[in-house]
């Protein structure tokens, strides 16, 4: 007799993690951004995407509000805001 | 073919023979010659293998795990604290359902330590999930472990195997043995067609965490399967002699049981003594015989209470001992009995831990104490003034 | 144009975790040709729960200790069937896993010389046990196994300098890195997966939860590590120290302990500026050790007062004498390839990048080229022009 005892790749996906949040979200000016792709690269949840200067945009199904893309921009070109805030 | 060959080198061969694509083994008395005599035949250019020299069996238990993670056929051998050291990675290849088959050449446990032959070792593994085969004399070692391989790679069965053999005992005795052709075996073994894998064209993660909703169900697979391998193993045994021609392997075997008054119930080669004495004691009239159990894990329940179901007395010989309660066997043979409608007098006795011979003698000890009161745990041979006055 | 990531959202990572922030750099650099082996530990436990799992490579968890021994039996496994040449094979696994009770089965798998690039991903402490001492806990850490109080500071050992241990087993490649430099480290995991042999990679990931500090703050306390000297950025190869990232701005440790929670005791604590000066001083170790902080030129004026005037003309004539003078096409040649030196124009003076970290064969972090003149480019830099002006000067632009 046999159950399944391995999970099939990247069903991750199902569990929304943007649910965590509850004080702060990103907000993704797309203003002076110079498109150095290091908000993509250290976001913990993989879920920022762009391709090109003031592209860049971040899932909010997925992100858990930690705020490092708005450390990490040489820019300042993302700013956390409350997450009540209308975008 | 018929060789006088060491157990441990007929081993290898058998090995050999069932084209293991990854070796993985580290030095233990008394298993090490199976693992030296393979390396040489891999030196040599007759066997293709990749041999992992590990630096423990810790890590050689986990290399043979993913080696057969990706779809190699992969072997170790070890023994006695080897065994323990490994542990919970064999508790981790039964819970990932990998069709490995080790060697255990048994030995006693430190501490003190001791590295001559007991049960002990192997006996500590059976709740782990493995199935578990003692092997009587080297031919049937050799014999089950071509069998093993074809039971624990069966799609329906995905478990790993541990071929049990009695440590110096077996392993370095030097007898004829028929070594099987390689097309015997290739006719009897098929190739390995992993139940899963990894592999980048279809990835999966194995051996991912399960919570309390999910646990429970993947261990009572792996029970439920040893129940279907009980009726699995026969037919194996049945194959394995059309193909090589012998009895091997199996359940249990009756040793004139059948108008038994006592029989004695043992694992490995000791029953070989116990046959011999038998045969003796039949000749000055006494109607005794000997069950042999081969299957240890599944326990093969059925079996063993349709043969021994008639038997008045019964004693188990355990080569080992749960300390503070009684011998593994002894307890296992009982609980065969509960409920049913036979009831016979089952005593236990311990004897052969750390290597003490077991003689014939000791076997019609076996027998006359049976006759007394039933007993748990009876230590045969016991003599603590002779340790006492040593210093 | 969507990012398909070899990892997955929807793990259950800390917010901020930096060890999620590592892992999905790592199997996105390494290729979807790819088999993992990895520990029990944080990753293992927040990237999967069946029946779902974030990784979308083959990937495989079996105990705490012995993800490098699976590991090698994957890669003679894979060697045994041919694969090795289309498949590679990652181990990776905590601090807690490879320097304390994995460190046997790394040491075994690299003394054997699988080809297994193994990833440890430091953060201090056991974490998914709930924040315990590992061995590469900082000294004076505070975790739950060592705690401070009246009698104590936290953790009384200094760390094992795990990459030079494994470069001493005499593998090919063994390197630092940090989540707080992303480009560094994807660059170093390619370099490595391109090594036939064992190799090492040591990341700094910090954990908000460990260390008791924002979430938010992962990025600029994994700076931190690194500038003050802390946490060295190195790669040994063949044994042999090839590279330490340079530190341009050397802080003080005080700067790095204060934003973490777990070094709050050395700021509160009768005695912690003793302590804290102990962690200074093995800063400056390393930036002793490793030369990490490059001197600045010395002005010469100290030297010999009086006649220096007249001897400080004609050396800076022949200093200018001595420029090299470079045309477009003559610079164009100095791209970093092949061996060459990697040089790059701005302002009219040209510098020498061929040392620099992330001058990687004359290519800056895919956006920057040498053997250019850079000057225009300067505004798309996170950095000011002071990186540039730091560089050795080896000529003059014409034109």
Redesign the interface.
């Known amino acids: ?17 943007g649910s ?1 949040r509850i004080m702060q979200k990103p907000h993704f000016l797309q203003k002076n951004c ?1 498109a ?3 908000c ?8 920022i ?1 762009g ?1 090109g200067k003031n592209t860049y945009h971040c ?1 909010l ?2 992100c ?5 893309c ?3 921009c ?2 300042d070109d993302i700013k ?1 805001v409350p997450e009540e805030t209308e975008l | 073919m018929r060789e006088f060959i060491e157990g441990s080198a007929a081993v290898a061969r058998t090995i050999r023979m069932c084209k293991p694509g990854l070796i993985s083994a580290y030095p233990i008395t008394p298993q090490t010659h199976i693992g030296e005599n393979l390396v040489q035949y891999i030196a040599d250019g007759e066997m293709e293998c990749e041999f992992v020299n590990s630096e423990s069996e810790h890590s050689s238990a986990s290399i043979i795990l993913g080696a057969s993670a990706v779809g190699v056929r992969a072997y170790n051998s070890t023994s006695s604290q080897g065994l323990l050291l490994m542990a919970e990675v064999l508790y981790s290849i039964a ?3 990998l069709p490995l088959v080790l060697t255990c050449a048994n030995r006693a446990v430190s501490s003190p330590i001791n590295i001559w032959n007991d049960q002990q070792d192997s006996v500590t593994l059976r709740d782990s999930g493995w199935i578990q085969f003692y092997g009587e004399t080297n031919q049937e070692v050799c014999d089950l472990h071509i069998q093993a391989y074809r039971i624990a790679e069966d799609r ?1 069965v ?1 478990l790993p195997v541990m071929v049990c053999m009695d440590g110096y005992t077996l392993t370095h005795a030097v007898e004829v043995i028929d070594i099987p052709e390689q097309e015997q075996v290739d006719r009897f073994l098929p190739p390995f067609k992993p ?2 894998v990894l592999d980048p064209k279809d ?4 051996g ?1 965490l399960y919570d309390p909703a999910s646990y429970t ?2 261990r ?2 792996i029970h ?2 040893m129940r ?1 391998v009980l009726e699995m193993i026969p037919k194996v045994s049945a194959e394995f002699k059309e193909i090589f021609g012998r009895e091997s392997g199996g359940l249990i075997q009756e040793y004139k049981t059948k108008d038994a008054d006592k029989v004695i119930v043992a694992m490995g080669s000791v029953v070989s003594t116990v046959k011999e004495a038998v045969d003796e004691m039949r000749d000055e009239g006494e109607k005794v015989g000997a069950l042999k159990v081969i299957t240890h894990r599944p326990l093969p329940s059925q079996a063993l209470y349709n043969s021994l179901k008639h038997i008045p007395q019964i004693a188990v010989l355990d080569k080992s001992i749960s300390l503070g309660a009684a011998g593994p066997l002894c307890m296992d043979i009982r609980s065969v009995f509960q409920g049913k409608d036979a009831s016979p007098k089952i005593s236990g006795f311990v004897a052969g831990l750390g290597g003490r011979d077991i003689t014939k003698d000791t076997v019609r000890e076996i027998f006359d104490r049976l006759s007394g009161d039933q007993v748990s745990d009876q230590f045969i041979g016991l003599d603590v003034e002779q340790v006492i006055n040593a210093t | ?3 398909k ?1 070899l ?7 800390c ?4 060890q ?2 590592a892992a ?2 790592v199997v996105d650099a390494a290729g979807p040709n790819v088999i993992i082996a990895n520990s029990t530990g944080c990753l293992e436990v927040f ?2 729960m ?8 083959p990937w495989i968890h079996s105990l705490f200790e012995n993800p490098a021994s699976v590991a090698s039996g994957i890669e003679a496994g894979l060697r045994s069937m041919g694969k090795l040449d289309e498949i590679r094979v990652i181990a990776q696994g905590g601090d807690g896993s490879s320097a304390d009770i994995g460190f046997q089965a790394i040491s075994g798998m690299f003394e054997r010389g699988h080809d297994v690039l193994y990833v440890c991903y430091d953060n201090g402490a056991y974490m998914n046990t709930g924040v315990q001492r590992s061995s590469q806990t900082p000294f004076d850490a505070n975790t739950t196994t060592t705690p401070p109080g009246k009698k104590s500071f936290g953790k009384k050992q200094y760390q094992k300098n795990l990459v030079a241990i494994f470069a001493a087993h005499g593998i090919p490649y063994s390197a630092t890195a940090s ?1 707080a430099f ?2 560094d480290v ?1 660059r170093k995991v390619k370099k490595a997966l391109d090594i036939r042999g064992p190799k090492f990679l040591q990341i700094f990931v910090p954990c ?1 939860l460990g260390w008791r500090h ?7 306390v994994a700076r931190l590590a690194v500038e003050t000297g802390l946490f060295p950025v190195v790669e040994y190869v063949d044994g042999e120290l090839a590279s330490a990232r340079s530190i341009s701005d050397p802080k003080p440790v005080e700067e790095y302990l204060k934003l973490q929670g777990r070094f709050r005791h050395l700021f509160s604590a009768p005695g912690g500026e003793e302590e804290i000066k102990k962690i200074q001083a093995i800063a400056d170790g390393n930036i002793r050790k490793y030369g990490l902080v490059k001197e600045k030129p010395k002005k010469e004026p100290e030297k010999e007062p009086e006649e220096k005037p007249k001897e400080e003309e004609p050396k800076e004539e022949k200093e200018v004498a001595e420029l090299k003078k470079f045309t477009l096409e003559e610079l164009a040649k100095f791209d970093g390839k092949e061996d060459r030196p990697a040089y790059i124009a701005y302002k009219g003076k040209v510098y020498d990048v061929s040392e620099k970290v992330l001058w990687d064969d004359g290519d800056h ?1 895919g ?1 920057h080229e040498a053997g250019k003149d850079l000057t225009e480019e300067i505004g ?4 000011e022009e002071d990186n540039v002006l730091e560089l050795p000067v080896v000529g003059e632009l014409e034109g």
């Open positions: 007799m046999l159950v399944p005892i391995t999970a099939k790749p990247g069903t991750s996906r199902k569990n929304l993690t965590w110079i150095c792709n290091r993509l690269l250290i976001c913990p949840e993989g879920c995407e391709d899932d199904d997925y858990k509000g930690c705020g490092n708005a450390a990490i040489p820019k956390m | 819970g990932m359902r329906n995905s139940l899963h990835p999966v993660s194995m991912v169900e993947t009572y697979a439920e399967t279907e | 144009m969507a990012t990531h990892f997955a959202s929807g793990h259950t990572a917010s901020g975790c930096g999620s922030m999905r750099l990237s999967n069946y029946p779902r799992t974030a990784w979308e490579v989540v992303p480009t994807q908000p924002d979430p938010g703050l992962t990025y600029e972090l956006l798309e830099a996170p950095h």
